[in-house]
């Protein structure tokens, strides 16, 4: 209890989410880069996950339309580096800024309203 559990579920969402339902006092969880079915979004909001979003991710369609639908106050930026690749080189921790500029054209807010949002959900997060 009490942690906060970044989770990789690439094609285990729903293993991933039948274990957070079976412990639901093990933590926050933050799925990490999800990439589940719009239903399993659904029930990973309903279980109370957050998400991790990055530059790459954002970059397919599959990612934008995902973190379209993600609940506002539960979203965080990461850049996933230097794992994942931004205009051919390898993602770097500033590069999330890159992820907030996308959200803020998904969401269809201005850029600081989004920075706002998700510095904000920082704060919830770590308090």
Same mark, same amino acid.
């Given at each position: 209890?009490?942690?906060?559990?970044?989770?990789?579920? @690439?094609?285990?969402?729903?293993?991933?989410? $039948?274990?957070?339902?079976? @412990?639901? *006092?093990?933590?926050?969880?933050?799925?990490?880069?999800?990439?589940?079915?719009?239903?399993?979004?659904?029930?990973?909001?309903?279980?109370?996950?957050?998400?991790? +979003?990055?530059?790459?991710?954002?970059?397919?369609?599959?990612? @934008? +339309?995902?973190?379209?639908?993600?609940?506002? $106050?539960?979203?965080?930026?990461?850049? $996933?580096?230097?794992? =994942?690749? +931004?205009?051919?080189?390898?993602?770097?921790?500033? $590069?999330?800024? @890159?992820?907030?500029?996308?959200?803020?054209?998904?969401?269809?807010?201005?850029?600081?309203?989004? *920075?706002?949002?998700? =510095?904000?959900?920082?704060? =919830?997060?770590? =308090?």
């Amino acid at each position: 209890g009490g942690r906060i559990m970044s989770l990789h579920s @690439r094609r285990a969402a729903a293993e991933v989410l $039948d274990a957070l339902a079976a @412990r639901p *006092e093990a933590g926050t969880p933050i799925l990490h880069w999800f990439s589940g079915s719009q239903r399993e979004l659904l029930r990973a909001i309903s279980l109370g996950c957050w998400f991790s +979003v990055g530059p790459a991710m954002l970059a397919g369609e599959k990612g @934008r +339309v995902l973190a379209a639908k993600m609940p506002r $106050d539960r979203v965080l930026t990461e850049s $996933d580096g230097p794992f =994942a690749q +931004v205009e051919g080189r390898q993602a770097y921790p500033w $590069d999330a800024a @890159r992820a907030a500029e996308t959200l803020a054209q998904l969401w269809g807010e201005s850029l600081s309203s989004v *920075e706002w949002q998700l =510095a904000a959900n920082l704060r =919830a997060l770590t =308090a």
